[in-house]
């Protein structure tokens, strides 16, 4: 693998994260491209993972409250890289990407069945499960 790493700035061209999303989402989880692709997307930061030049992963980045908190918000990865370390990859430029601003806690509503993945880089469950699109989810939070 080749992999690079890219931070996708609000304003700028989104296909290649929207493609990710796409086929895990809309594709695997049968999940409506109106739920998933919501509008704000040309608002928002993404990091986009690449193979190649082959996007592989992406996750989008909200800021709220005044630019203090942030969500992390449709973390993806192509199903034929799964398990190669894009997801960690992915929330470490996240958190990087994070360190350089203002933003003191972030927050995310992880499908349930991946919970552990999000443990396992200093997330805390935070509530009980919940279902967002016909799917069992957690909020789950960390502070850098």
Known sequence: MNLTTKIITPGNDVTDAQSVRRQVFQVEQKISSHADFDGLDSQLTHIVVYDDNIPVGTTRIKLLENNTLAKIERLSVLASYRGKHIGVTIMKAVDDYL????????????????????????????????????????KMIKEL
Not at 99 to 123: H, P
């Open 99 to 138: 360190r350089k601003t203002n933003i003191k806690i972030i927050t995310l509503d992880a499908q349930a069945y991946v919970k552990g993945f999000y443990e396992r880089l200093g997330y805390k469950q935070e509530g009980e499960v919940f279902k967002e699109v016909g799917i069992p989810h957690v």
